[in-house]
């Protein structure tokens, strides 16, 4: 199975701030990899697809990078209505594995 | 739109079986994946399988191997999610989700179902 580890696994912020989460695979997985963002009681919401790709719909302040074995998540400009868990997957193969998560909370 | 309608909490005996549906809407049912994931409270995400609607061909992680059948019905765009002998670490909410292209990134959620279990 591949690994998927997410650091930091939390992170203190602040409105406005620039935030970075990092997801590194146990093997190369290309860019198949997504990311996640879930709040408090809800379903996991899709954020950015194939590693890049941001999902319709989702602010531009959201971007992804990496490919291989090392991906990034970047939030621009902290929002409120972004404190938040967000986890990244692999869909390179079978389990389809999450990262741990990292939760965004306020500083 | 594209819509996934899980079935209700259910509270259920150590040993029990459960069984969750997932009613799909707004797109053609055979043509995207279906994925299964838990969330025990407090936790991460957990990958549990997948089912292909067309034709019904599965793919479970080991974890659940012989404790999980998915399966899914054309006739009513609805697919299931069995897991028996149930054990206290199963409480959790699970969720369907559907596949998406290029990536298969899962774009669209159900609800999620809390399942309980205890004695």
């Known amino acids: 199975d591949i690994q998927m580890t997410q650091s930091p696994s939390s992170l203190s912020a602040s409105v406005g701030d620039r935030v970075t989460i990092t997801c590194r695979a146990s093997q190369s997985i290309s860019g198949y990899l997504n990311w996640y963002q879930q709040k408090p009681g809800k379903a996991p919401k899709l954020l950015i697809y194939?590693?890049?790709s941001l999902q319709s719909g989702v602010p531009s302040r959201f971007s992804g990078s990496g490919s291989g074995t090392d991906f990034t998540l970047t939030i621009s400009s902290l929002q409120s209505e972004d404190f938040a868990t967000y986890y990244c997957q692999q869909s390179y193969n079978t389990p389809r594995t999450f990262g741990q998560g990292t939760k965004v909370e306020i500083k | 739109q594209v819509q996934l309608v899980q079935s209700g909490a259910e509270v259920k005996k150590p040993g029990a079986s459960v069984k969750v549906s997932c009613k799909a809407s707004?797109?053609?049912?055979?043509?995207?994946?279906i994925h299964w994931v838990r969330q025990a409270p407090g936790q991460g995400l957990e990958w549990m399988g997948i089912i292909n609607p067309s034709g019904g061909s599965t793919s479970y992680a080991q974890t659940f191997q012989g404790r999980v059948t998915m399966t899914g019905d054309t006739s009513t765009s609805t697919v299931y999610m069995e897991l028996s002998s149930l054990r206290s670490e199963d409480t959790a909410v699970y969720y369907c989700a559907r596949e998406g292209p290029m990536s298969a990134p899962l774009g669209y959620w159900g609800q999620g179902t809390l399942v309980t279990v205890s004695s």
């Open positions: 707004g797109y053609t049912f055979t043509s995207y994946y």
């Open positions: 194939a590693a890049s």
